[in-house]
């Protein structure tokens, strides 16, 4: 089991780290003896010991989870067969799974839709190819790999508000996958002119693609680092604040 770890990790640091566990461990338990002479000692360097024994082993399993966790950046870009005089919408959006196969959380942040006095709805999805030219067209239908109707796909992360030009939003448990048979790596996430009608629109396009209209930007999914996910994190908590306060101002 421990080879195996070593093996996947394949880290000279986690080898030495693993060794020093191996060390506390060996002096640990040969120390809480007592009896022999050239281990036993006072009581106190031995909490010292089991303490250290203890850090080690959360810092490889801190280690661990942070080697089985998957990070994937998708950078938007306009349509390119979309005219200039079309919204340009960009910006990211950011997938993290904490363990193949496990529950997936996503960042939307997107700017460059049309400033409306009102707040729009916009649909997201990724689709089947992750091509992108001659534009967001030859991503293809609604990626299905289960052959269900729209809005069960794994990509269906369904509607965003959008104001002033931009949205931004953060969605846990999401039902897409960054790993295995059907995972989304490779393929495209598109960003639609209108609203998912969510199936309910009682055509044949309702449940292939919720009727959401012209696709307005689209990104490939690449796996990641984590530098992206942590940034972006920051950053929403930010302006989370910035919007508590604000609120508390008009509040009082
Ligand atoms: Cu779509
Ligand atoms: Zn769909």
């Given at each position: 089991m421990l080879?195996?770890g070593?093996?996947?990790c394949?880290?000279?640091?986690m ?11 060996a002096?640990?338990s ?9 281990f ?5 360097p ?5 303490a250290?024994?203890t850090?080690?082993g ?6 661990r989870?942070e080697?089985?966790t998957?990070?994937?950046?998708c950078?938007?870009q306009?349509s390119?067969?979309l005219?200039?005089?079309e ?7 950011l ?10 959380d ?12 009102n ?10 190819f992750g091509d ?9 239908p609604?990626y ?17 508000a ?7 939003r953060y969605?846990p448990g999401l039902?897409a996958?960054?790993?295995?048979p059907h995972?989304?790596v490779?393929?495209a996430?598109v960003?639609?002119?209108?609203e998912?009608?969510l199936?309910?629109g009682g ?5 292939q693609?919720g ?6 930007a689209c ?7 984590p530098e992206?996910?942590e940034?972006?994190a920051q950053?929403?908590?930010?302006r989370?604040?910035?919007k508590?306060?604000?609120q508390e101002?008009?509040a009082a």
């Open positions: 080879l195996e070593l093996e996947r394949r880290s000279p640091a080898l030495a780290l693993l060794c020093a566990c191996w060390f506390l461990v002096c640990a040969g120390a809480s003896v007592g009896s022999d002479a050239s036993g000692g006072p009581e106190e031995n909490r010292d010991l089991r250290t024994v850090e080690t959360e810092e490889m399993a801190r280690r989870r080697a089985t998957l990070y994937a950046a950078h938007v306009p390119a067969s005219d200039a005089a919204p340009q919408v960009t910006g990211l959006v997938f993290r799974q904490l363990a193949p196969g496990g529950r997936l996503a960042y939307f942040d997107l700017k460059g839709f049309p400033m409306e006095p707040t729009s709805c916009r649909a997201i999805h990724v689709h089947h992108l030219m001659p534009g967001c067209e030859a991503t293809g609604h299905n790999p289960l052959g269900v109707p729209h809005p069960q796909h794994p990509g269906d992360f369904g509607n965003f959008v104001r002033g030009g931009s949205l931004w969605r039902a996958s960054l790993s295995g995972s989304i490779g393929r996430v960003v639609h002119e209108g998912d009608d199936g309910l055509n044949a396009a309702s449940v693609n009727n959401a209209g012209r696709r307005l990104c490939v999914v690449g796996l990641s680092g992206h996910w940034r972006l950053e929403h908590q930010q989370k604040e910035r508590k306060r604000r101002s008009k």
